[in-house]
């Protein structure tokens, strides 16, 4: 399995990424499926395989898209939408620039409108 955040390859008994230190929770990214396998040789006999195989599912993000739109809408200017996202970078970028004045907040309350954002693990918000 692979870290979420910085994609280095990680056993699947591990609590923590050995290169980042992210905690892991791969029970969380994974479903269980079993595929069977049937051969038929030549033989009467069939041959049948069952394997275990885990395979990934989409994780989303923890933040809620219907709220850093209202904190975009209100206070966009200010950038506190991107500081509930996780992104303090350009949180602070926006406070001291009046959301590069108007056209980044503009942007992006365009983005959580029909875009699809991402919060700082670049995990797609999800709406709730």
């Not at 885990?54 to 200010?78: H, M, N, Q, W």
């Amino acid at each position: 399995m692979k870290c979420p955040n910085c994609g280095a390859a990680c056993e699947r008994e591990a609590k923590y990424c050995a290169y980042c230190g992210t905690p892991l929770d791969f029970s969380a990214q994974t479903e269980k499926q079993i595929h069977i396998h049937y051969h038929q040789e030549r033989q009467p006999e069939a041959q049948v395989r069952v394997e275990t195989v885990y395979v990934p599912t989409e994780r989303k993000s923890d933040r809620s898209r219907g709220i850093a739109l209202v904190l975009c809408f209100f206070f966009g200017i200010f950038g506190v939408h991107r500081f509930y996202l996780g992104k303090i970078g350009t949180g602070v970028l926006y406070l001291l620039t009046q959301g590069l004045l108007g056209f980044g907040w503009l942007v992006d309350l365009l983005s959580l409108l029909i875009g699809n954002p991402r919060d700082r693990q670049g995990l797609p918000v999800k709406w709730s």
